[in-house]
């Protein structure tokens, strides 16, 4: 039998509910196991808790619990939200399983056999929140360097695993597997930490009553991250017949405090020591940041799943599934390999209205309405859409653009160039017109750009399945081909809508998001009553139109080239436009300029915009900056534009 393709997320610790940041490892996984499946391997996908510890034992006692009763329920949590979210694992493992104690004690049986195991007195730095010993060097003021936490001075016998031994044998594993550590600040990290010179780590404490018992020796319990490691080898069987099936691991996926120290030494190092194979990558992220701080549970900053999908309910209407999915795209767009990235429910907003209601959404709606009205909603012949379109080209760079970033562990790329592809699809109808083709009766050029649209969407459909499976199934529903089953094959064969496919009717499928509707309710909230006799009274003296230097300098003008540019249904002065403001992909602008200029005659011009202005939703399409104009003596818009015709998009106006 082959060998499954096997990935997995670190098992998440049960000291508090799941947030956004522990789902999005598991969302990173999910994609990716998702996109193998579409290529038809055969895979595997672990996920599941932490649940030893003392500060385990300790808050079920604070909660009046025993530490299995507290760890049953929370574990359960994860169970939960991975479902909601969507995440087809496998296994969901957890460490109080017998399975996972009985391979524990065997890898702690055979590393003491070897010597790698031995006992010894430790006395150092220790951080309870963390459990992990600390170095001189990593920590300061009393502190951990790395996370803040409090660190105190402990004295204690316990049994060492020599990992003194495994620095030089580390090191050339990972120079003669250059990709086995991604991404390369990662890689630099890890051969930075273990050229300062590794040292034997205690890999048990003493037993108070919650933990696995070392072999031989009641008194101790397994170090919690001996045994938390231990889980990836438990899942596949080791060492029962039959292992190698899943082992080694392709991948094991982990945020980046529990990279360097623990999955990218300590584990490849206790491999080493059995004479087993490591596994093909370790991949690290950065952190949810949340107003600058790590999003962490203890801190009470980020946000459960089920939240923040109840707010996008909330503030758009979307289905369930769709909101989920919408979260799904926003935590793999946005989230960092190589550094951190700031959540935030504005970016949410603007990459759900941006890229998934008005890029996507306008995209399908564009295509289904005009296909409705034009041709019954029939899909047209597909031999008149030429295989030298470039969009046929666009397509297959897309694909092979998806595949490279899922193979790199990339989710953010993969969905990067899934934009651009839809995006070019939506200035493809715009320069094709075929509201104008069919004032000149042309319906073969009509016929010809639809199918290329939709074709285009089918593509979509395959290539964004990874990440927004229930969006991506939707689409299919609308296009008339959700009996296919979608294959990955799929997405790099142009042609495979039939002509004579019945489409149904086009229905929003991510409705827009009322971003200012959100941001006026958090105010609100936000905003603390004053009583009548605190409030500050006006002083009329005052010209309150006045700003000061430091207020203007908040104000980013920046040179912008439009790039599409169509009217705005059931609005006689806007434009919806996308520009080129010289961030690498276009941005959505409302303009109410309609009176003064036609659509057909903008695109090609420079204009100046108000780049950071907050997003605006103005009749049901999200502005992202404001186009800047004069008024003449008819009251009429006038543009301002750069005297230098080739200033280059994005350039700053001071």
């Given at each position: 039998?082959?060998?499954?393709?096997?990935?997995t997320?670190?098992?998440?610790?049960v000291?508090?509910?799941?947030?956004?940041?522990?789902?999005?490892?598991?969302l990173?996984?999910?994609?990716?196991?998702?996109?193998?499946?579409?290529r038809?391997e055969?895979?595997?996908?672990?996920t599941?808790?932490?649940e030893?510890?003392?500060?385990?034992?300790d808050?079920?006692?604070?909660a009046g619990?025993?530490?299995q009763e507290?760890?049953?329920?929370?574990?359960?949590r994860f169970?939960?939200?991975?479902k909601?979210?969507g995440?087809?694992?496998d296994r969901f493992?957890?460490?109080?399983e017998?399975?996972?104690k009985?391979?524990?004690?065997?890898?702690?049986r055979?590393?003491?056999?070897?010597?790698?195991?031995?006992?010894g007195t430790?006395e150092?730095?220790?951080?309870v929140?963390d459990?992990?010993?600390l170095r001189d060097?990593?920590?300061?003021?009393?502190?951990?360097k790395?996370t803040g936490a409090?660190?105190?001075?402990?004295?204690?016998?316990?049994y060492y695993?020599?990992?003194?031994?495994?620095?030089?044998?580390?090191?050339a594993?990972?120079?003669?597997?250059?990709?086995f550590?991604?991404?390369d600040?990662?890689?630099n990290?890890?051969?930075a930490?273990?050229?300062?010179?590794?040292?034997?780590?205690?890999?048990?404490?003493?037993?108070?009553?919650?933990?696995?018992p070392?072999?031989g020796?009641?008194?101790?319990?397994?170090?919690?991250?001996?045994?938390?490691?231990?889980n990836?080898?438990?899942?596949?069987?080791?060492?029962s017949d039959g292992?190698?099936?899943?082992?080694?691991?392709?991948a094991?996926l982990?945020?980046?405090?529990?990279?360097?120290?623990?999955?990218?030494?300590l584990w490849?190092?206790?491999?080493?020591?059995l004479?087993l194979?490591?596994p093909?990558h370790?991949?690290?992220?950065?952190?949810?940041?949340?107003?600058?701080?790590?999003?962490?549970k203890?801190?009470?900053?980020?946000?459960?799943?089920?939240?923040?999908?109840?707010?996008?309910?909330?503030?758009?209407?979307?289905?369930?599934?769709?909101?989920?999915d919408?979260l799904?795209?926003y935590?793999?767009?946005?989230?960092?390999?190589?550094?951190?990235?700031e959540?935030g429910?504005?970016?949410?907003?603007?990459?759900y209205?941006g890229?998934?209601a008005?890029?996507?959404g306008?995209l399908?709606?564009?295509a289904?309405?005009?296909?409705?009205q034009y041709s019954?909603?029939i899909?047209?012949?597909r031999?008149?859409?030429?295989?030298?379109?470039?969009?046929?080209?666009?397509?297959?760079?897309?694909?092979?653009?998806?595949?490279?970033?899922l193979?790199?562990?990339?989710p953010?790329a993969?969905?990067?160039?899934?934009a651009?592809?839809?995006a070019?699809?939506?200035?493809a109808i715009d320069?094709a017109?075929?509201?104008k083709?069919?004032?000149?009766?042309?319906q073969?050029?009509?016929?010809?750009?639809?199918?290329i649209?939709?074709?285009?969407?089918?593509?979509?459909?395959v290539l964004?399945?990874p990440?927004?499976?229930?969006?991506?199934?939707?689409?299919?529903?609308?296009l008339?081909?959700?009996?296919?089953?979608?294959r990955?094959?799929d997405a790099?064969?142009w042609?495979?809508?039939a002509?004579?496919?019945q489409?149904?009717?086009a229905?929003?499928?991510f409705?827009?998001?009322?971003?200012?509707k959100?941001?006026?309710?958090?105010?609100?909230?936000?905003?603390p009553e004053?009583?009548?006799?605190?409030?500050?009274k006006k002083d009329t003296?005052i010209?309150?139109?006045?700003?000061s230097?430091?207020d203007f300098?908040?104000?980013q003008?920046?040179?912008?080239e439009?790039?599409?540019?169509?009217?705005?249904?059931?609005?006689k002065?806007?434009?919806?436009?996308?520009?080129?403001?010289g961030?690498?992909?276009?941005r959505q602008?409302?303009?109410?300029i309609?009176?003064?200029y036609?659509?057909e005659?903008?695109?090609?011009?420079?204009?100046?915009?108000v780049?950071n202005?907050?997003?605006?939703?103005i009749r049901g399409?999200?502005s992202?900056?404001m186009?800047v104009a004069?008024t003449?003596?008819?009251?009429k818009?006038?543009?301002?534009?750069p005297d230098?015709?080739?200033?280059?998009?994005?350039?700053?106006i001071?």
């Amino acid at each position: 039998m082959s060998k499954s393709f096997y990935v997995t997320t670190p098992i998440y610790y049960v000291n508090g509910v799941p947030h956004v940041g522990s789902a999005t490892t598991t969302l990173i996984v999910d994609a990716v196991i998702r996109y193998h499946k579409l290529r038809g391997e055969k895979t595997y996908f672990l996920t599941g808790t932490d649940e030893h510890a003392q500060k385990v034992a300790d808050a079920a006692a604070k909660a009046g619990k025993t530490p299995q009763e507290f760890v049953d329920d929370i574990s359960q949590r994860f169970v939960e939200a991975w479902k909601r979210l969507g995440a087809e694992y496998d296994r969901f493992i957890r460490t109080s399983e017998p399975q996972h104690k009985a391979t524990t004690a065997e890898v702690f049986r055979r590393l003491q056999a070897t010597g790698d195991i031995y006992q010894g007195t430790y006395e150092g730095w220790y951080s309870v929140a963390d459990e992990t010993f600390l170095r001189d060097s990593e920590v300061e003021d009393g502190k951990s360097k790395e996370t803040g936490a409090k660190v105190e001075r402990v004295t204690e016998i316990n049994y060492y695993f020599r990992l003194s031994a495994y620095g030089d044998r580390l090191l050339a594993h990972i120079e003669a597997n250059p990709d086995f550590l991604i991404p390369d600040t990662r890689r630099n990290e890890v051969i930075a930490f273990i050229k300062e010179g590794l040292r034997d780590v205690p890999v048990s404490r003493r037993n108070t009553g919650w933990g696995i018992p070392v072999p031989g020796d009641d008194s101790q319990v397994v170090y919690v991250w001996f045994d938390a490691l231990i889980n990836y080898l438990t899942a596949s069987g080791w060492p029962s017949d039959g292992w190698e099936q899943l082992w080694p691991a392709d991948a094991h996926l982990v945020g980046k405090e529990i990279y360097t120290r623990f999955h990218a030494t300590l584990w490849p190092a206790m491999l080493m020591g059995l004479g087993l194979p490591l596994p093909g990558h370790v991949v690290g992220h950065g952190w949810w940041l949340v107003g600058g701080e790590k999003g962490s549970k203890s801190k009470g900053n980020i946000p459960a799943p089920q939240d923040v999908i109840d707010r996008i309910v909330k503030y758009s209407g979307a289905p369930v599934d769709m909101a989920t999915d919408a979260l799904r795209y926003y935590l793999l767009r946005d989230i960092s390999f190589t550094g951190d990235a700031e959540f935030g429910f504005g970016q949410l907003a603007v990459r759900y209205n941006g890229e998934l209601a008005n890029n996507l959404g306008n995209l399908l709606n564009r295509a289904l309405n005009m296909l409705h009205q034009y041709s019954a909603g029939i899909v047209p012949d597909r031999a008149a859409a030429t295989a030298s379109s470039e969009i046929v080209a666009a397509a297959l760079h897309a694909t092979a653009a998806v595949e490279s970033a899922l193979d790199g562990y990339n989710p953010g790329a993969a969905l990067e160039a899934i934009a651009k592809f839809v995006a070019a699809n939506n200035k493809a109808i715009d320069t094709a017109a075929p509201w104008k083709r069919a004032k000149e009766g042309n319906q073969e050029a009509i016929d010809q750009a639809l199918y290329i649209a939709l074709e285009a969407l089918r593509v979509v459909s395959v290539l964004s399945a990874p990440f927004i499976p229930k969006a991506a199934d939707e689409i299919r529903r609308q296009l008339g081909i959700s009996a296919q089953p979608i294959r990955w094959s799929d997405a790099s064969t142009w042609g495979l809508l039939a002509a004579g496919t019945q489409t149904l009717t086009a229905s929003p499928v991510f409705p827009r998001y009322d971003a200012k509707k959100a941001a006026a309710d958090e105010a609100a909230e936000a905003a603390p009553e004053k009583p009548a006799a605190q409030q500050v009274k006006k002083d009329t003296a005052i010209d309150t139109n006045l700003i000061s230097i430091d207020d203007f300098a908040k104000v980013q003008l920046r040179i912008a080239e439009i790039k599409t540019a169509e009217r705005v249904e059931g609005a006689k002065k806007l434009l919806r436009l996308t520009v080129d403001a010289g961030e690498g992909e276009p941005r959505q602008l409302v303009a109410g300029i309609a009176e003064s200029y036609a659509p057909e005659d903008l695109p090609g011009r420079k204009v100046v915009i108000v780049a950071n202005l907050q997003p605006a939703t103005i009749r049901g399409v999200v502005s992202n900056g404001m186009i800047v104009a004069a008024t003449d003596a008819d009251g009429k818009a006038v543009l301002l534009a750069p005297d230098k015709p080739d200033l280059a998009p994005g350039s700053k106006i001071r």
